[in-house]
């Protein structure tokens, strides 16, 4: 995420639409993950149009907490879960752009001045809720950069041995802010 998200998206578009049948609004939109409004053209590296969910909606925050609680729950008392992994890669370019809900986002927002740094945003989101969760935190290396340059997470909160793991393609990981 927020890549490679279609499968996620589609879902909770369904599961808005069953919610909506029974005019239940609130569940409708508990879990959605994309702008309704948003005309964004991309294409992703898998040729998908509609595969990243939106950085700019609590919703999508509100799913991603869940799914690491639920993820965490099926893993306590065998293998405890320590590190979850968002990817981060292959958003593809152009995503949100024309998202109403972004616009008026970023025009709200301090330090987010333009679509290029809502991936960054992002990063940060998931990185909270899982350290809440007391978990660390894994991503391809793209996903924790803007072109060549990293972002910026020195203020994420560490919880066991990494503040993030960065998977690289290049080499087989790197570990960013080791504490022991």
Known sequence: MPGHARAAIVSMKERKRIYDMRKNSSMAEQYLLHDPDDVSEYMSVQWFVDNAV???????????????????AMHDGIQNLEIFSFG??????GAWERSPKCREFIATSIGIDSVSDLKEHFAR??????????LDISAWEDGLMHGKTPFNLTHLVPNGRYTFLVISFMNFYTIVHVLK
Do not use: Q, W
């Open 54 to 72: 939106n950085p700019c909606i609590e919703s999508t925050y509100t799913f991603i907490d869940h799914l690491i609680t639920e993820v965490k």
């Open 125 to 134: 989101r998931v990185g909270n809720i899982a350290s809440r969760k007391g």
């Open 88 to 93: 981060g890669d292959e958003t593809a370019k």
